[in-house]
């Protein structure tokens, strides 16, 4: 019981640290981008993938993870420009 806040706060490192290295790649029309911590924690996923609606075509659909290693700065840039409009 005592061990609980700090497991918590660990998980909660541990998925801050892997949404810093990822991006997801849509589908259906290929965009790359990077969702909000809380649209990681809370989307619906499999070992490779998670559900999000794309915010480029605005189709929903489990987009596959892409390093963010792998990314051009343009890339980056615009994923994080479209994020915060």
Excluded: D
Aim: with cysteine.
């Amino acid at each position: 019981l005592i061990a609980l806040p700090f497991m918590n706060c660990y998980g909660i490192g541990v998925t801050f640290y892997y949404q810093q290295k990822v991006a997801y790649l849509c589908p259906n029309c290929q965009h790359i981008f990077s969702p909000s911590l809380w649209a990681v924690i809370k989307a619906k996923h499999t070992a490779t993938t998670r559900r999000f609606e794309c915010p480029n075509c605005h189709e929903t659909h489990y987009c596959i993870e892409v390093p963010k290693a792998h990314m051009s700065t343009e890339q980056l840039e615009i994923s994080h420009i479209q994020h915060n409009n």
